[in-house]
């Protein structure tokens, strides 16, 4: 089959960072994009053809979406799988990743017992509606535990160590909602794996090691310090995982790696995802790119390491909300590896992801690459 190029309309829901790195990949390719998000000016809007104004549930956005492009498709997790669905049918486009991968992925409870039910490994984990739940979930895992809200949470917001039954009501309320505990694994590193699932072809990308602090990725490293047959079991892991999803498009899996070098799954994104910003200097074809492929049904791109590289991100170092400025980033200019990347939002706020930064070269060695990221991130302000 040829693939008409350029002459394919992508529209995505959402139009945060990843919609804004979408479009990027785009361009080259002559693929065009449409945005649609709440936040007037988002991330995505400077880069795309056309943001379309509207929540990540609005019917009247998503449909314009899906008149003007050849294919539907959404960066967000918030993105409304019942109204996509919906949409895809009337306009007869098609919708990747399936709208069914992202209703299980929504509800981490529904996403373990699909993950757990074909035998993919994962930390032990029990439904919890209420503290009589939790107290059986704590005999049953131990304490300490994960508490976790079965939706809407992402960089931690929405998960809750607890360490003894004394705070079982405390941690309920904090979390205010359905919820599911999980067994605390002591894992020895947290891997990532970017998958790719085209029209009839599937590809992972070099296995990541992603640093977390307070719950929150602040480093990628890939491909990951790690030795050949824990390599091999996440590979193995995360193509069981992508066998299991439904529609095309790039995957973003989150494993731990025990003391023993077992692989557990943590939770997948349907869509790019942070610990695969890497893949835009040390690949070829970038997970971005690669997404876009993947969801018209283009032959996918080359997944194999151009360069060691590490990402480090640049998060709001900031108390309270402000306009966002950036301060302190001459000497990632000036260093020769290192690219910059600036998601252009507005405001700054805690902890909140506002560009990241990622050195990529074979000469000075992964560990070498993440200490000179650190520095380089280090020197920037929002002041
Ligand atoms: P994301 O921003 O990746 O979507 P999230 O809010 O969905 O994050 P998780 O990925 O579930 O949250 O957890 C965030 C981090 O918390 C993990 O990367 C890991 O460091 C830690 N964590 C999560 N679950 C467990 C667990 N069962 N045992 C130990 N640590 C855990
Ligand atoms: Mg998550
Ligand atoms: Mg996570």
New binding site residues.
Partial sequence: MNHRTPAATVGVVGGGQLGRMMGEAAGPLGIELLVSDPTPDCPAAPIVREQIVGEFDDYDAIRELAERADVLTFEIELADPDEMARVGEETDTPVHPDPDTLRTIQD?LVQNRALAETGVPL?AFRRVDDADDLRDAGEELGWPL?L?AREG???????RPVDAPEEIDEALDEIGGPALA????D?ER?LAIMGAVGDGETDAYPVTE?I?RE???RESVAPARIDDAVRDRARKVAFDVLDLLDGRGVYGI?L?ETDDGDILV??I?PRPHNSGHWTIEGTRCSQFEQHLRAVLGWPLGDTALRSPAVTANLLGDVESPRPAELVGTDSILETPEASLHWYGKREVRPLRKMGHVTLADDEHGRDALLSRARELVDDVTFE
């Fill in positions: 981490k930390p994960m976790k949470g992402y960089d931690g917001r929405g998960n999980e067994e605390l694994v894992f947290e992603t977390q719950e929150i990725l989150e731990f943590n939770e994104a």
